[in-house]
């Protein structure tokens, strides 16, 4: 897409020169002047035809920077937001393994318990039945 308006942009300014160009010609060789006026009134035409692609080009070139620096701060944008965003997730992530850990911290101590009172039940029951 950035490519087709390059080049309609470049096709856009060689048209406009081409054409100012041929016009002001044409327009001289018509006009009765004599030939030093003609020359004059050529070099007059060509410098004020590439003072206006200077000044299309210089317009060209701010605009053109000015979309690199958009870009360049909606990039930016972009990055500080998803940074935040990974943060929150983060967090959250966080939040939800201390829950868990929590939680099988305080059934591994039933557990735990729950294993110990079956050994001592085996080993009262063991002593029991060999006395």
Excluded: W
Aim: proline share 1%.
């Amino acid at each position: 897409m950035a490519e087709e308006k390059n080049g309609m942009a470049k096709g856009l300014l060689i048209g406009f020169l081409a054409g100012s160009v041929i016009g002001a010609i044409t327009a001289l060789l018509y006009a009765p002047k004599s030939g030093k006026e003609l020359r004059s009134d050529l070099k007059k035409k060509a410098d004020d035809i590439a003072t206006e692609a200077a000044d299309y080009v210089k317009a060209t070139r701010e605009k053109t920077l000015d979309l690199v620096n958009q870009g360049k701060n909606r990039s930016e944008q972009l990055v500080t937001e998803a940074k935040e965003k990974a943060g929150h997730i983060l967090d959250d992530a966080e939040k939800v393994l201390t829950g868990i850990r929590e939680r099988t911290g305080s059934e591994a101590g039933r557990v735990k318990s729950a294993f110990r009172a079956g050994m001592d039940a085996y080993k009262n029951d063991k002593n029991q039945n060999t006395a």
